[in-house]
């Protein structure tokens, strides 16, 4: 059947349209070798480790997508278009209903599906093919695919990681010394110096920096400690202080680089498996309580006042001292862009893949968790809608939620999210994370 346009005149114009039909073709292919274009000009100017990283990341982005997409054809809903990117449209071409391509701006990736709420309209032969018409459980299969898939890589990751590499773990060294004392706290005081080694407490014996702090006495209690300095051993009588972190322990004031000695561990097929599990449980907690702590009150505040350039309020140096052994600035929870992530694979690849394996492993874990965030637009908001909803339906009468309603908080976690996003891309091109070397 022919679709004529507004102001056909019913007439054909073979040449006028088989004229445009090239020129869309010329430009969409032109898009597509732009794209192209773009991964080579990465392997000429960044090497052959960014495009690793690169192809590793689009990749991951194409799978959660292709989850989405297939759990939703199966569901028989209709899928109208599949594109990675966002913005203006490169290339694309169109496979029976569904159109395919590449978008400008490489933020991310979608699949649409007809129907998704309340407010969409659809035509009505098309009602039945809709998101919000099928059963909760196919509504769940398509809500969590994305990141069920991020959840299988990051196993596969990590299981090819223990096989291929195995992984390094630390262990209390019984050969450490004092590296740095703190001025002012109480080792300083007691005239403790670096290369310094404490060999008891209170009398007894202690082999490890471990066995130090577990044999220290409470805050405020005088305890004498063996010190063996240039082969000779001393006693010196100090006070505890309180921890930084624990106001409960017993705290003097002193850093040891030494105090952690690491070996590599090897696992067969079958030992990995457990293992893996294990790794995934706790990259799936460390993501889950990053996300706490960055999207709470105080973890936005600092992060604006990174973005702003504003430290937040300090102790005396003694204090600050205490609290922590790296850099004053620490990256532990900082939020990285898709820059910043590709920088850091790519850096990490260079030293080896095993590392960028593990990377990969772990931003897998994080965007699938971060995905089932119960807000809207992400997955997870779609899941609790569609849970709220099976909830309130009774037999025979299907609950259905007014969307409209939660729009207002969705435009708030998009304006969050680009705030987040934009800011986190400013910090990695000014103040880039520096890798330990």
Known sequence: MAIRQPGDSGSSRPGASRSGSLAAARQSWGGLALAVG?????????????????????????????????????????????????????????????????????AGAYVRIIGMNNLEEVPPGDEHRTYR?????????????????????????????????????????????????VPGLPADE????????????????VATMQELTAALPEPGTAVEVGIERGGEEMVRALIPGRHPQDAGRGYIGIESRSAWASRSVDFG???AVPETFEEFGYLVKESVLSIGR??????????????????????????????????????????????????????????GYGNLLLFLALLNVFIGVFNMIPLLPLDG??????????????????????????????????????????????????????LPG
């Not at 596969?156 to 004392?181: H, M, Y």
């Not at 007691?190 to 014996?205: H, K, T, Y």
């Not at 709470?296 to 006042?305: A, C, E, I, T």
Request: hydrophobic letters at 50%.
């Open 38 to 106: 773009l991964l080579a000009a990465t392997l000429l100017f960044s090497g052959t480790a960014m495009l690793i990283v690169v192809l590793a990341v689009i990749a991951m982005i194409f799978l959660h997508e292709l989850g989405h997409y297939l759990t939703a054809r199966a569901a028989g809903m209709k899928v109208t278009e599949f594109f990675l990117g966002f913005g203006p449209r490169l290339w694309s071409m169109r496979r029976g209903e569904t159109v395919y391509g590449l978008k400008a701006i490489p």
């Open 190 to 205: 007691a005239g403790l110096l670096p290369g310094d080694r404490i060999v008891s407490v209170g009398g007894a014996p």
């Open 381 to 434: 908001g779609h899941v609790v809608i569609a849970t709220y909803e099976r909830l309130r339906s009774r037999r025979g009468h299907r609950y259905t939620a007014d969307v409209s309603k939660m729009v207002p908080v969705a435009y708030a976690v998009v304006f969050v999210l680009v705030f987040v996003g934009l800011g986190a891309l400013y910090l990695d091109i000014t103040d880039p994370i520096q």
């Open 269 to 271: 097929v079958l030992q």
């Open 294 to 351: 960055l999207f709470s009150p105080s973890g936005l505040g600092n992060f604006y006042r990174d973005v702003a350039d504003q430290p937040a309020q300090q102790g005396s140096s003694a204090s600050r001292a205490a609290v922590s052994t790296a850099a004053a600035s620490d990256d532990r929870d900082r939020v990285v862009s898709i820059f910043g992530a590709l920088r850091i694979g790519a850096d990490l690849a260079e030293n």
């Open 133 to 181: 018409s099928k059963p909760y459980w196919r509504r769940m299969s398509v809500a969590v695919a994305g990141s069920a898939v991020h959840f299988c890589l990051a196993l596969a990751l990590i299981f090819s990681f223990l096989v291929i590499g195995g992984k390094t773990e630390s262990a209390p060294s019984g050969d450490w010394a004092v590296t740095a004392v």
